[in-house]
């Protein structure tokens, strides 16, 4: 069983700056594709980065290019999520994903880890 543990979530006022952490245990396995969504009540969860583990770019949703950096450390088996310029539409519960090797979804969820963007 892989998990997905989620962490660096709080509360920072508009323009501030968050890291969030991904990290990846459990039984061996072959990541494809890491992501990260977030979700906020009554809406559905939307897309916010991905990287694939092989190299290459990550990829962005429109509306955090330029603020949002993923980044991942194979080490580790974790990636990160460095926040910065944040809005309060940035508000939402985060979520790190996983595709493994073979599958097409994200089939590992994290827990989720809330961030609160006051301004």
Not at 6 to 35: D, K, M, W, Y
Request: aromatic share 12%.
């Amino acid at each position: 069983q892989v998990q997905l543990v989620e962490s660096g979530g709080g509360s920072v006022q508009a323009g501030g700056s968050l890291r969030l952490s991904c990290a990846a245990s459990g039984r061996t396995f072959r990541p494809a594709v890491f992501g990260w969504f977030r979700q906020t009540p009554g809406k559905e969860r939307e897309f916010v980065a991905a990287k694939r583990w092989a190299g290459g770019p990550p990829t962005y949703a429109d509306s955090v290019k330029g603020r949002f950096t993923m980044s991942r450390d194979n080490y580790k088996n974790a990636v990160y999520l460095q926040m910065s310029s944040l809005k309060p539409e940035d508000t939402a519960i985060y979520y790190c994903a996983l595709q493994t090797l073979g599958r097409s979804d994200y089939h590992i969820w994290g827990q989720g880890t809330q961030v609160a963007v006051s301004s």
